[in-house]
């Protein structure tokens, strides 16, 4: 089954820290796409950063990269100096070929609180 | 110059009514979506379309009918509309529907259903 897990449904970090969030993904495609958003309480939804499965390094974007490790099908964002603006919910999807097409499938989400 | 576009922002009707929500991206994407976001913050696909193609139709009670009139263009209608109808629902454009593709979302309407 594909599945997307993100464990911590909250967490807290010291402004001006380094923060990791949790994903772990499942799926049997060999090709997928793995992605990051984030959810401030205004509500939207605001792309941080990507990752395809074939790619040999792992993707970075400004203080965000994300540290992937196919074989334990784990993509965790890190969010380096963390800001007060950092807070906010953080999605973790991945986009497997189903039946032809992509879509993405989103994990459960971590909320976030950077700390003054 | 906003990307992806959702009129209303806020809708609140009574259980029965019939409703729309409106999406334009001007991304030149192809590809569109519609998400329903609950209120326990779970996203979860409800449809897909590829320049005015069905081509995802997740398991959505068929009082839901998405309507492309253009590959600009992604139009959610609602009948009869239940109280466990109540969430936020959010489009989404892509520019192929393809694997690597980013999806970059709308602001989302929040529909109540009292």
Known sequence: AQKITQTQPGMFVQEKE?????????????????????????GEMIFLIYQGSYDQQNATEGRYSLNFQKARKSANLVISASQLGDSAMYFCAMSPKTSGTYKYIFGTGTRLKVLA | DTAVSQTPKYLVTQMGNDKSIKCEQNLGHDTMY???????????????????????????PNRFSPKSPDKAHLNLHINSLELGDSAVYFCASSLAGVILDTQYFGPGTRLTVL
């Open chain 2, 34 to 60: 519609w998400y329903k976001q609950d209120s326990k913050k779970f996203l979860k696909i409800m449809f897909s379309y590829n320049n005015k193609e069905l081509i995802i139709n997740e398991t959505v």
């Open chain 1, 18 to 42: 380094a923060v990791t969030l949790d994903c772990t993904y499942d799926t049997s495609d060999p090709s997928y796409g793995l992605f990051w958003y984030k959810q401030p309480s205004s």
